[in-house]
């Protein structure tokens, strides 16, 4: 099951030594592909994880699949990226604009009147938020799943971007801005604060910093569960849209007390490279897909004298210092070939077998990733790890995607591109796995393709090819509001645009 975590709990499998000093040069590209193979790698890929969104995506009820080709039940944040794949695809002309017109038209009006309300089942969301995963035949809350307010932003992203995008005056790309204009307006962010909440927050959130989540069915009233955003992790775009909203905002307040509080704490040194610390790249890269970070800064920025977006190349550079040094020797790491973040995985089932002379763990579905904090490695790479780090640092991103291609061939890159994950280092077929394939020569493959891992790639490769989500994000008034309500100044923001 996709879930993003936070704060982590899994054990520590390994931690690795890191190197002081300034941050080292960015490390050249790979020799051997040239920038004529890259761009047309480049293109090719594109195409390929554009089609996932527009051909497995639900049109009737636009319910973009959480994974492919199982689709136990779809996901609201991969339903974000596939409104933003649709202006990729207009654009890049894989479809035609009227048609990713239409298409968003129908998703947004979907997600308009989808049923609202505090009821256990039977409803999409509460307070404008929704769901973190919906069922596949009507569209209403899968299982006990929580009221996200991570994977509502990851949703209204692609919302606001089509709202951004299709400014044309056109029927159809004007009923896009005004449902839009009314699926944000109608998240009432003040909900989610921990004042409204009779249990404390147990990773040091305050009254007003925003809860991770919330459930209906406990307590009278419902109530938010534990954790807030605090400290830094993938919900910058959370407190962004919160502080943005034009009729149920959140102040400065919750930024300063929730998810920036603890920023110095998270501030460290991995391979030589200073940044905040958070060991799956998710983390650096949701937000980003979004919102241009190049150029302005917050309060903790300008102490730093750097933006976040230089925070997640160093990030994304001291990914690839780890599986360089590979100080854990699993099999298959390398500067060529490397990459963390949540992702499925092997299994659990074959704990304690050997690779390289070392007893080992593995693990299923888990928030993988290595940080001077903590290291989660069980010998899985995640190809979304480099892909949605593209324009952080494309001279080793796109070389990294291009030799996983080359190494697995058709068994990782498919129609749909990279399949989620695969493990050199399992190589136990009498152990099998539940999530992929074995092969005692090349390991564990992925089955599935999971929406929040591709959505990364597309909008992350187009924002490296061409800018578009950025630029198009950087005229929509709501995000330009709550990054300043957030005091994030200079840059883009600072010249008008």
């Known amino acids: 099951m996709s879930v993003r975590f936070a704060a982590f709990t899994l054990p520590l499998l390994a931690l690795a030594a890191c190197t002081a000093g300034s941050p080292p040069p960015a490390p050249a590209g790979q020799a051997g592909h040239s920038p004529a193979a890259q761009a047309a790698f480049a293109e090719d890929l594109s195409q390929r994880t554009f089609r996932y969104f527009w051909e497995t995506t639900d049109t009737r009820r636009c319910l973009a699949p959480d994974r492919w080709p199982s689709n136990p039940f779809s996901s609201i944040a991969a339903t974000g990226f596939a409104l933003t794949a649709y202006g990729i695809g207009a654009e890049r002309g894989y479809v035609s604009r009227a048609e990713a017109a239409a298409r968003t038209r129908d998703c947004l009006d979907f997600y308009w009147n989808a049923p609202q309300g505090p009821a256990v089942s ?81 990773n040091g959130g305050s009254g007003k910093a925003i809860a991770m989540g919330w459930y209906p069915e406990r307590g009278e009233g419902g109530d938010f569960g534990t954790h807030d955003w605090v400290g830094y ?32 704490e998270d501030w460290g040194d991995y391979y030589g490279y200073e940044h905040l610390q958070f060991e799956p790249l998710f983390g650096h890269q949701y937000s980003h897909v979004w919102i241009d970070f190049r150029g302005i ?20 550079l001291s990914q690839r210092a780890y599986g360089a040094d590979n100080p854990n020797d699993w099999t298959g790491y390398s500067a060529d070939i490397w990459g963390w973040t949540a992702s499925d995985g092997p299994t659990g089932a074959a704990s304690g077998r050997e690779v390289n002379g070392r007893p080992r763990e593995f693990m299923g579905y888990s928030a993988r990733g290595v940080s001077a904090e903590r290291v989660v490695d069980d010998g899985t790479i995640v190809p979304t790890a480099a892909g949605g780090s593209i324009p952080f640092a494309p001279e080793v991103t796109i070389p990294a995607l291009m030799n996983m291609r080359a190494a697995y061939g058709e068994a990782l890159y498919t129609r749909y591109g990279f399949k989620d994950a695969f493990n ?27 929406g929040i891992d591709q959505g990364p790639i597309l909008a992350m490769l187009e924002n490296h090819r061409s800018g578009l989500v950025w630029r198009t994000m950087r005229k929509n008034p709501h995000v330009r509001r709550g990054l300043e309500r957030l005091g994030f100044a200079g840059g883009w923001l600072d010249e008008g645009e």
């Open 122 to 202: 039977g409803t999409a969301g509460h307070k404008g938020f929704f769901y973190h995963f919906l069922n596949n035949e009507d569209g209403t809350r899968r299982g006990r799943t929580e009221l996200s307010t991570v994977d509502t932003a990851l949703l209204l992203g692609g919302v606001l971007f089509a709202q951004s995008y299709f400014d044309r005056d056109d029927a159809v790309e004007a009923e896009i801005r005004a449902l839009a204009e009314k699926i944000y307006r109608r998240v009432d962010w003040t909900f989610v604060q921990r004042e409204n909440s009779t249990i404390p927050s147990a």
């Open 233 to 264: 992790n993938e919900a910058m775009l959370v407190y962004v849209l919160a502080a943005g909203s034009p009729t149920h905002p959140v102040g400065k307040d919750a930024w300063d007390t929730g998810w920036a509080a603890h920023l110095e």
């Open 297 to 316: 800064r917050d309060d903790f920025m300008r102490a730093k004298s750097i933006d976040y977006f230089e925070n997640s190349r160093r990030a994304t």
């Open 424 to 450: 050199p280092s399992y190589t136990f077929t009498d152990a099998g796995s539940d999530t992929g394939t074995v092969d005692p020569e090349r390991g564990w493959i992925a089955g599935d393709h999971l």
